[in-house]
């Protein structure tokens, strides 16, 4: 009986410990133009694989918006938040879902741009999320900028920033 419980407790310390080591290199790369976070005067921006966090990440702004992605779109499609606050796209739909600036498909509108930036901008999640991951990004320009699903552009919202 003893034997049984420390092969159990064995496997579950393994299997918690691949768990942790596993998400680790998407969280600890998580920082941009976006949070999967910047400034105009000198961006910070990922690998295109590097864009996503699939869990909360200890040091990472924490978004003061969150859209859901569900099977009938982005809930909510208009949020409004400040300049250098970040937006979380979360999915939670059974489709993947790939947030990206306006307008489709050059996703060029938003003017913060990388030499490394899958599309036009850097604000673009550049793969689509599967179900339960999310994508964040910090707004470092005050306008109304427009996103899309790049999976599915008949479905889009927006984000307003101000001051």
């Not at 419980?5 to 998580?30: H, K, R």
């Not at 937006?87 to 990388?114: F, I």
């Amino acid at each position: 009986m003893n034997k049984t419980v420390l092969w159990v407790l064995a496997l579950v310390i393994i299997a918690g410990g691949w768990f942790l080591y596993s998400s680790t290199p998407a969280q600890e790369a998580g920082e941009t133009g976006e949070s999967v976070e910047g400034d105009t005067a000198s961006q910070q921006v990922p690998a295109a694989d590097a864009a996503v966090n699939v869990t909360a990440t200890v040091g990472v702004n924490v978004p003061a918006e969150v859209i859901t992605f569900t099977d009938n779109g982005f809930v909510p499609s208009t949020v409004t938040v400040k300049k250098g606050q970040t937006v979380r796209w979360a999915n939670n739909s059974g489709a993947k879902v790939w947030p990206a600036s306006a307008v489709h498909p050059s996703h060029a509108v938003y003017p913060q741009k990388s030499a490394s930036d899958c599309l036009g901008s850097s604000f673009d999640a550049c793969r689509g999320l599967a179900q339960g991951e999310s994508w964040d990004f910090t707004f470092n320009y005050v306008g109304e900028w427009k996103f899309h699903n790049h999976l599915n552009a008949s479905q889009w919202g927006a984000v307003k920033v101000t001051e």
